[in-house]
């Protein structure tokens, strides 16, 4: 489906009741996006499981709750042997791709990242995303040859003025330079935005979808803003549910080859969504779960948000929970890798 600047702003203006009982509008577009999503991939999610490593970090940013600046935060930093139990387990339960995340922690070695995944591939035939951050490209070759696959680089948000006002000391065409290395080197990557940001508005919000849809991305990865307590923005208005929705259906239309994640924070929305976020989002063409495998000692304390990990239920059981809603909802939950159809089926987006 071709979509125009003008058409975007117009489905994102479309007046929101904040509930899951949806407009007429909404609901042809979300049906759109999932016949887009299952020409595709069919009823397939794909399974990636989260091991949060470490939760220090050496930015500020002015949303997240790892900020250096919170001072508040109970800070861990998983060990070798740690970190491989999380990924037996990953395997175990399903998962067919490792995420290792972690802040952007300057007392960890490049050289550990590299044990780290080389560790994994020689143990399992699962694909290794890294989350971590920028990095000089020397060290993302370094990783890239030990074997990881993929590298998520979130820009947040497209609007160099914004970017720069919650992102202290960083500039949008770094970011952007960065996902270009990346790709150079050979990764699939994703990037995705935050929806919602205090001074976002609709025709931000598309410029955001457009810039997205024409990087080249294999993954896209787009959640709701949720107001952390020990942040600057503790105040400030959390993402609609709806808008939400509305980007991931949005995304698929443009981008009908790449993969695009349910987000967690879609179920941390306090807005009557009954925890079901992340099905709603595979209903409007999302075809990817990213649960935290992260071990219950430390699960709670990777605090980007409120209400990520949850210390009321342990990893086992929220992802054995998430699990059972994806199949009663239809889908078929796949332990397979889940690379790139983009690489198949081309590049170029619907815009």
């Known amino acids: 489906m071709s979509l125009t600047r003008n058409e975007i ?3 994102l203006k479309n007046p929101v009741a904040e509930s899951t009982s949806f407009s007429d509008v909404d609901n042809s577009l979300f049906t759109a996006a999932t016949a887009t999503a299952r020409a595709l991939f069919n009823n397939t999610v794909y399974q990636r499981g989260i091991i949060e490593f470490s939760s220090y970090c050496r930015k500020n940013c002015h949303y997240c709750g790892l900020r250096n ?10 060990t070798h042997d740690e970190i491989m139990q999380a990924v037996d387990n990953a395997a175990s339960i399903g998962m067919g791709t490792i995420v290792l995340q972690a802040g952007e922690d300057e007392d960890v070695n490049p050289h550990f990242i590299y044990t780290i995944v080389r560790s994994i591939k020689e143990k399992y035939n699962l694909a290794v995303t890294l989350s971590i951050g920028d990095h000089p490209d020397d060290v993302y070759r370094l990783w890239r040859d030990s074997g990881a696959d993929r590298y998520l680089l979130k820009i947040e948000t497209t609007d160099t003025d914004l970017h720069s006002l919650y992102r202290p000391g960083q500039q ?13 080197l050979g990764y699939e990557v994703g990037s995705g935005i935050i929806i919602g940001l205090p001074g976002m508005t609709e025709e931000n919000l598309t410029d955001d979808l457009l810039l997205l849809s024409t990087m080249g991305l294999d993954m896209i990865a787009c959640g709701p803003f949720i107001p952390h307590p020990q942040t600057p923005l503790r105040h400030a208005k959390q993402g609609s549910l709806v808008e939400s929705l509305r980007v991931t259906a949005l995304l698929r ?11 967690s924070a879609l179920d941390s929305l306090p807005s009557g969504c009954n925890n079901n976020g992340r099905i709603m989002g595979l209903n409007a063409g999302a075809n990817v779960i990213m649960p935290s495998i992260t071990p219950d000692e430390v699960r709670s304390r990777y605090s980007i948000y409120p209400g990520k990990n949850s210390p009321a239920s342990t990893q086992h059981s929220a992802v054995k929970q998430l699990q059972s809603k994806v199949q009663q909802a239809g889908f078929t939950l796949s332990s397979q890798a889940g690379s790139s159809m983009r690489r198949t089926f081309g590049t170029q987006s619907a815009i």
């Open 9 to 11: 702003i117009e489905i």
């Open 69 to 78: 600046k919170n001072t508040d935060l109970v800070r861990y930093r998983l």
């Open 172 to 184: 949008l065409y770094d970011r952007l330079n960065r996902i270009e290395s990346l790709q150079r």
């Open 253 to 263: 239309l443009l981008n009908p080859a790449a993969n695009i994640p349910a987000t």
